[in-house]
């Protein structure tokens, strides 16, 4: 593709102007949802394969707009219970020639009162199932999250068609510590208690050893989670990286990361696989690699870097090549 136009912008200035200019593009663009490999999993029907990761919508603001482009599901948030801001300092960057982006973001978001109504507004106009991405306070501390996971669920059990608990920002201090043994399974264990029957998923970090993946997973498993977004960003870095050492990496440098993960979860499942829902994300940058995940067995496919680098006609594209 050619240069896009917010390449010549500043990342954060990009970031904020892209809801208006992906409009523009979106007002352009057929009004249905296209539909290649459909499939419905737990009364959830899903037209395509191809969404949205979460942090692209982080206050559910855009829905009918994703939906033009062509997704074929929407993550939003992280949702927070409260509203907060970004960290300080710089929280945005790009690379364009290595296709990666950096983020500190820290989860800034609206907090969950205005979320929750944003969804509902929109709610009778979308067609594609809506996750939402539920994470604690950066105030909270982590031997009390539960409360904020648990109060999330309770907020969003009419609103969310799935849930997915975000234990795997490397951007919220100690965040990650929650993807143990001891604690993930308390927190699966209130969100699913209070979700009213909407599935639970996990979104893992990227950079676990692969027996703490392992461990996270049946974790998850043995109290009640039905699915996983692999990965979140990661911490590690390619050679010759200039961005900063803390903060999370996407796009093409997280991609083997991203594929080590998926594989390695779908043999660690074994036979357990079947009823799950597993959704890829990392370095997912072209029509191409969306087909390459699928094939290598997820059922779903999610994109953030993919949109900025690739640009808006993702989704339509990925269904034109698979269609074809
Ligand atoms: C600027 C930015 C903000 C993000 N915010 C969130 C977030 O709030 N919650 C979350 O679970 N993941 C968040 N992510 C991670 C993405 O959902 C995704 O897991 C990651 O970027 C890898 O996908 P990609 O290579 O397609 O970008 C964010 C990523 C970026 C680049």
Redesign the pocket.
Known sequence: MDAPLWKFLPARLA?SLAPWGLKYFADKMPEDTPAWRSFTWKGLHFANRLGI????D?NASHLTLWQRLGVGFI?I??VTPYAQSANRGK??DRDWDQK????K?G?P?HGSDEIYFNILNEKSSLKVPIFV?I?KNRSRPNDEAELDYQYLADRFSKAADAF?I?V??P?TQGLRDLQSEETLGRLVSVVQQRAAGKPVLV?LSPDMTEEALHASIDTALRYGAEGF?L???TLSRPPNCTFPKEG?L???S??DL?RKNLKSAISHLGSRRKDLLLVS?????CPEDVEERLALGADLV???????FYGPRFFRDTAKRINA
Do not use: C, D, P, R
Request: no cysteine; aromatic share 6%.
């Open positions: 970031h990761a979460g942090g692209l982080k993550e948030g992280t929280i945005l990666n982006l950096w983020n973001m989860f978001n991405n994470g997915v975000n795997s920002s951007n979104k977004v990965t979140n960003t999370g996407s796009g093409q997280l991609a991203s994300v990392g370095g997912v940058l999610q994109t953030y870097s993919g949109l900025i």
